[in-house]
């Protein structure tokens, strides 16, 4: 589904990824987990086409398309979805607005016809339930207002409605508390499938006790310095990303 | 073509005052010709008046306008009237009893053509042009000596107009006109009215719209009062409009400026004690369009509130003045006055000059203002994409956004759907998606 081959990426002027390799199948559940400035942010964002990167080497191939071609809303209409750090406030523009405007974009491209509002409040109710949030929320401007805890479970909304078919999701734990994070990861899990592919990119592996990746890679100084199985994760937990710097090759570089 | 605009109007009043409502009738030939020698004391605005600064009429004076010809062709009016509303028709300036609807008004509703009313000599509107002869707006002086019609509307006390009163001016048939159209509004105590003057031009067309609305709110009276400036790209429009607000009086205006190359939109009110007053403002231009917004509060007594916020989306080469000013007197005490433009430049060539101003003589009073220039975000446009939504259609719903507050604060439903439509029309969006397929 996604070939990711020696990826290397820039911003201003700062090579942040030094030559990424990974491969995610349909099903699986990779985590990306690293220290602050490893660049896990940056390959979220360079997957789903936000400006200011420049990519210097490597080529990522998505269903057999050339990702890094494609516009950022081509990539979400061709069912990739990004769970954003931080979730942006849009006054003005209601969230269900939002919502069906969404859907309506990615349903032409998959050649679906547009939902009518009796069929689209009814998935929008069900998809609620999930996130167990209120149906005032439809109502609010996107994410204006919201705590921290509701933006990411609006997030979350917002991609059970959607139903892409990879999803990556970055660092989503951050500024959760248990409850919530129990929630978001529940919201998660159900929507675990034999042809969903899903990126998480987190710092802690706390996350990972509530969604448990097939995979997990370390990335640091814009490297993937080790993979492995959901073991690594609790390796990091025990031991510090510092071990992985001091084994890794890549330590003369790393950073305090 | 000879002489400078002003003397063209001045030297054309002779011949053309006969043939202007109520010409024959004395106080009214009095008032005009007092409006004439006023206009021709003034002169047009030039840029050494401060609140000519930002705006240029070189444009205008360039042109010779006539008075409009008489325009009696059916017209398809579709889309541009209000259902259930009580409605005005004007077509080049004149009213067209035809296509008006004025059956079902309240008993105590008395709403008449102006020029009938000139025609009649009615008392009723004497005290909006007593002060003529010390007029300080040439434009309103001008006006005032060549009123052509509009509405007088009388209200008698606890009169509520139970739909809106939809003034619909159309331009008509024909070029290089001018219609001077003028409104007097008499609101009696505890009267309420909802008012939706809208200058529309479905065909097109090149002429000059110069208008004056007078409105006179007697106590405890309510009246909401929407203009829409949708003029065409080429036409000029000046607009004055004059609010007395008496005490816990309520105005309310809703102003949205869509069209013209060159619009100018006055407000002026004056508040007694107690009266409050809402003035909103949205402005959507583009190309080389120009407009120019002036607010006026006149905080004369204590305890009045006024709230004022003002919007404006310039798309191309387009151009916009905003000019607040506040005026808390002495005896204002317990003022509660806020004051906001917000700016959203699309464009590198668009334009902006903001200039809120507060000036307090009270000591015991509550007064903010601010101005912000903008552009869209670009997180928030990357967010709206990723979310599968194409550039337009992400940089059109973040404008829709940007004005929304502002059309959601229409309170009736109908006359906001009929704002939303005449915006809709407007949005820069569409006008960039066929750029960028050029």
């Known amino acids: 589904m996604l070939d990711i081959r020696n990826l290397c990426v820039e911003t201003e002027g700062k090579p942040i990824l030094k030559g990424i390799n990974l491969h995610v199948k349909p099903g699986e559940v990779h985590a990306i987990m690293g220290p602050n400035g490893s660049g896990k942010s940056t390959l979220a964002h360079v997957l789903s086409g936000r400006e200011g990167y420049e990519v210097t080497a490597g080529e990522v191939s998505y269903q057999g398309s050339d990702l890094l071609d494609m516009a950022p809303e081509e990539r979400a209409r061709d069912g990739i979805f990004l769970a954003f750090q931080y979730p942006v406030e849009i006054p003005g523009v209601s969230n269900i607005y939002l919502l069906k405007a969404a859907l309506n974009a990615v349903r032409q491209q998959r050649g679906e016809e547009e939902l009518d509002a009796m069929d689209f409040m009814a998935l929008v109710r069900d998809k609620l339930k999930l996130v167990e949030m209120d149906e005032a929320f439809l109502s609010r401007a996107v994410n204006h207002g919201f705590s921290g805890g509701e933006k990411k479970r609006n997030e979350i909304l917002q991609m059970a409605v959607l139903e892409p078919r990879l999803a990556i999701l970055d660092e989503t734990d951050s500024g959760l508390d248990i409850d919530a994070l129990r929630i978001v990861a529940g919201g998660v899990n159900s929507m675990r499938s034999p042809d969903r592919a899903m990126i998480l990119v987190t710092h802690y592996q706390r996350l990972l006790d509530y969604i448990v990746p097939d995979y997990v890679h370390v990335l640091a100084n814009g490297q993937i310095v080790r993979s492995g199985g959901r073991e690594l994760a609790l390796e990091l937990e025990e031991k510090g990303y510092s071990w992985i710097n001091e084994g890794g090759a890549t330590a003369a570089e790393a950073r305090p | ?438």
């Open chain 2, 1 to 438: 073509m000879s002489g400078t605009a002003a003397e063209r109007f001045v030297d054309g009043f002779a011949e053309a005052r006969d043939a202007l409502p109520g010409g024959t009738r004395d106080w009214v030939a009095t008032v005009r010709q007092s409006g004439i020698d006023r206009f021709a004391g003034l002169g047009l605005p030039t840029a050494r008046q401060e609140n000519w600064k930002y705006t240029r009429l070189t444009a205008l004076e360039k042109r010779e306008f006539a008075l409009p010809t008489v325009d009696d062709s059916a017209l398809d009016l579709d889309g541009l009237v209000l259902a259930d509303a009580h409605r005005m028709v004007f077509v080049n300036g004149r009213f067209r009893a035809d296509l008006s609807d004025l059956s079902r008004l309240p008993a105590g509703a008395r709403i008449v053509s102006l020029a009938a009313a000139l025609e009649e000599g009615d008392p009723a509107l004497q005290p909006a042009f007593a002060a003529t002869a010390k007029e300080d707006d040439p434009f309103v002086a001008l006006n005032t000596a060549y009123m052509g019609d509009g509405v007088l509307i009388e209200l008698a006390d606890g009169c509520v107009l139970d739909a809106p009163l939809q003034l619909l001016f159309v331009a008509g048939a024909g070029e290089n006109y001018v219609t001077h159209v003028r409104n007097v509004v008499v609101a009696g105590a505890n009267s309420q009215a909802t008012l939706v003057e809208a200058y529309v031009a479905p065909q097109g067309g090149s002429y000059f719209t110069n208008a004056c609305t007078d409105l006179c709110l007697a106590a405890g009276s309510r009246v909401d009062h929407v203009r829409l400036q949708d003029e065409d790209e080429s036409a000029f429009h000046i607009g004055r409009v004059r609010a007395d607000v008496g005490r816990d009086a309520s105005y309310r205006s809703q102003v949205f400026s869509l069209g013209a190359q060159l619009g100018r939109a006055d407000i002026d009110v004056r508040l007694a004690t107690g009266a409050e007053c809402d003035l909103d403002g949205l402005y959507l231009v583009g190309k080389r369009q120009h407009v120019d917004h002036q607010t006026r509060i006149d905080h004369a007594e204590p305890q009045a509130n006024s709230n004022q916020l003002y919007k404006g989306i310039l798309d191309g080469a387009a151009r916009a003045v905003f000019c607040g000013t506040v005026m808390v007197r002495e005896d204002a005490q317990k003022t509660d006055a806020k004051q906001m433009n917000r700016n959203l430049l699309l464009s590198p060539r668009a334009e902006v000059d903001s200039r809120p101003q507060l000036v307090i003589y009270a000591d015991d009073v509550k007064c903010t203002h601010g101005a912000t220039v903008g552009q869209l975000d670009p997180v928030e446009m990357f967010y709206l994409r990723s979310r599968g939504l194409d550039e337009n259609e992400a940089r059109e719903l973040l404008i829709h956004a940007f004005a929304n507050d502002l059309v959601d604060r229409v309170a009736d439903d109908a006359v906001r759907g009929f704002i939303y439509h005449a915006l809709d029309a407007r949005m820069p969006g569409r006008m960039t998606e066929a750029e960028s397929r050029a």
